[in-house]
Antibody
Framework: EVQLLESGGGLVQPGGSLRLSCAASGFTFTSYAMNWVRQAPGKGLEWVST????????SYADSVRGRFSVSRDNSRNTLFLQMSSLRAEDTAVYYC???????????????WGQGTLVAVSS | DIVMTQSPDSLAVSLGERATINCKSSQSLLYNSNNKNHLAWYQQKSGQPPKLLIYWASTRESGVPDRFSGSGSGTDFTLSISSLQAEDVAVYYC?????????FGQGTRLEIK
């Protein structure tokens, strides 16, 4: 069974930093691109970032480019999102999501974690 | 960026009746190289993460009840629930994965009438 467990969320002041983690199990982590998707309170879904299966290719939403950095440790089956220069509008539940198909990046989201809440406020 | 527009924003349907949600993209999602529409549907129940229902516009994800079906091609797509059950109350999102950035529709809230 695919399991994705996010951690690292919390309350942070504007301008601050936070590092999210997503521990993956139940599938061959090294075969899948991985994604972060966020959802502001009461709002819809917004794609944040994708990293290829090997980690060599990344992409970001315009709203976070230059402030967020995605990475992965394939030896530990873990995905990361380093967030800096945080703003109030970054407040959201951040979901880790496994790509739908192995070996190719589709940017469709086959499995999701439960999410971790990031709140940016003074 | 591709814009995804769902209609209606909310919908109330009686138990056992058919529910239909529409999704329109600002450009075609049909990829010539594989002749597939890069369109997915997700269900999000209250307090839960989204769940993939349909991909390639009409392929049902494993374990999804067959009362859920997806149709359409190009720029116009539909999610249908043939006989609404109480557990289908949720917000439904379409999402294009034809190009980066992947974009979701604004969501359609489905309730019981």
């Amino acid at each position: 069974e695919v399991q994705l467990l996010e951690s690292g969320g919390g309350l942070v002041q504007p301008g601050g930093s936070l590092r999210l983690s997503c521990a993956a199990s139940g599938f061959t982590f090294t075969s899948y691109a991985m994604n972060w998707v966020r959802q502001a309170p009461g709002k819809g879904l917004e794609w944040v970032s994708t990293i290829s299966s090997g980690g060599g290719s990344t992409s970001y939403a315009d709203s976070v480019r230059g402030r967020f950095s995605v990475s992965r440790d394939n030896s530990r089956n873990t995905l990361f999102l380093q967030m800096s220069s945080l703003r109030a509008e970054d407040t959201a539940v951040y979901y880790c999501a496994k790509d739908l198909l192995p070996f190719v990046r589709t940017s469709s989201f086959g499995s999701w974690g439960q999410g971790t809440l990031v709140a940016v406020s003074s | 960026d591709i814009v995804m527009t769902q209609s209606p924003d909310s919908l109330a349907v009686s138990l056992g009746e058919r529910a239909t949600i529409n999704c329109k993209s600002s450009q075609s999602l049909l990829y010539n190289s594989n002749n597939k529409n890069h369109l997915a549907w997700y269900q999000q129940k209250s307090g839960q993460p989204p769940k993939l229902l349909i991909y390639w516009a009409s392929t049902r994800e494993s374990g999804v009840p067959d009362r859920f079906s997806g149709s359409g091609s190009g720029t116009d797509f539909t999610l249908s629930i043939s006989s609404l059950q109480a557990e289908d109350v949720a917000v439904y999102y379409c999402q294009q994965y034809y190009s980066i950035p992947p974009v979701f529709g604004q969501g359609t809230r489905l309730e019981i009438k």
